[in-house]
């Protein structure tokens, strides 16, 4: 049985951020090297979708219809699009990527009252994502809170809170409307998701990601190639890049719009949709000039909601003449991927039902 990063190194175990800071750090410790090298040359693409939320809401049917029909493209041709005139002040996504910031800058000691034991901790921070289960470790530290259906938080920095608690429940509401508009672009009810999967108690995980900058960017990796849990993914970053999605099989640079938000579609609307939408594959790599930090909400289905295909969808296209994937309680495919290493699509694919 391959023994795991931190029991190889345990002498040495640390986050990535004291590891960066070490003095005349020229090369990175073995265990942050990735067999896997990085492709040389990912692809810029200024053809990922982008929609203009004010569209969704509308007054003027052509507007709104255009725009949901450019929301569903992108979840079935994409699985990734930009958000753009989605309401959120771009003063409040600078105060919470100043906050995150901030809360990775304090001192290690403090930094380990967070530190959690379980993968469903309400408040956990740590480095790389399962550091018990892998070979080598990922250069990336992380925050993790569960903020929906109950709201928790760290008790510092203080004004981690108050800037928390508006961020989410405005990413909440945009992902909302989101889901509404994307039920419609599949022909269903505006709430027929809403409904579905209990939307009212909607699993919301706030996630702060932190990307020192590396000695060697093209031997570490900062998160692997993942697909993610949940319906969509939110992301906002500071002014450095480093998201990668694949696209048709080959990997594209994210390079964000002035103020826009990055969604991904989850493996969960991949389930409900039957397969007509795709989750998206995609990975965070590092660079040898800045650090980067990025803050992810996650959203997805009651806890104990099981999830499979939608009814009104299964059989109603050619390519689907039964159920594509077996149903599931969310809790538990949650807790199947965050306690394993992140292998793409590796939990999804035992739900898949060959044959149809």
């Avoid at 040389?40 to 049917?61: M, R, Y």
């Avoid at 450019?70 to 906050?99: Q, T, Y």
């Avoid at 000691?109 to 892998?134: I, M, Q």
Wanted: with cysteine; net charge negative.
């Amino acid at each position: 049985m391959a023994t795991s990063a931190v029991a190889q190194f345990s002498d040495t175990y640390s986050t990535v951020k004291v590891v960066s800071e070490s003095p005349d750090l020229n090369s990175i410790p073995s265990h942050y090297i990735h067999s896997t090298s990085l492709d040389a040359s990912p692809e810029d693409s200024k053809a990922i979708p982008v929609i203009d939320f004010s569209h969704l809401t509308s007054n003027q049917s052509d507007q709104w219809y255009k725009a949901i029909q450019d929301l569903g493209e992108a979840c079935e041709k994409w699985g990734f699009f930009m958000v753009v005139n989605h309401g959120i002040p771009e003063s409040l996504i600078r105060e919470v990527i100043e906050v995150t910031d901030k809360f990775f800058n304090m001192p290690e000691e403090e930094k380990k009252r967070f530190e959690g034991k379980h993968v469903l901790d309400p408040v956990r921070c740590g480095t790389s994502f399962n550091a018990s289960k892998e070979k080598a470790l990922f250069w990336r530290d992380f925050l993790k809170v569960f903020v929906h259906p109950e709201f928790h938080c760290p008790s510092d920095p203080r004004a981690f809170r108050d800037i928390m608690l508006e961020y989410c429940e405005s990413s909440r509401n945009v992902t909302k409307k989101l889901l509404g508009a994307i039920s419609e672009s599949l022909n269903l009810d505006e709430r027929a998701i809403y409904n579905a999967l209990e939307l009212d108690s909607m699993f919301q995980i706030f996630i702060g990601n932190y990307y020192p900058r590396c000695p060697q960017p093209e031997l570490a990796m900062g998160m692997p190639p993942h697909s993610d849990h949940g319906l969509l993914t939110i992301l906002i970053e500071n002014q450095v890049g480093g998201l990668q999605i694949m696209h048709e099989g080959k990997w594209v640079n994210v390079n964000a719009l002035p103020n826009s938000l990055l969604v991904n579609t989850g493996d969960h609307l991949e389930i409900f949709s039957n397969g007509k939408y795709k989750s998206v594959v995609h990975r965070a790599v590092v660079n040898g000039r800045a650090t980067r930090i990025s803050v992810a909400t996650a959203h997805g289905p009651s806890l104990e909601t099981t999830v499979g295909p939608a009814s009104q969808l299964v059989g109603s296209t050619s390519s689907s003449q039964g159920a594509r994937y077996a149903a599931m309680k969310y809790k538990d495919f949650m807790y199947s991927q965050q306690s394993n290493q992140l292998d793409g699509k590796s939990i999804l694919d035992r739900l898949r039902i060959h044959g149809n």
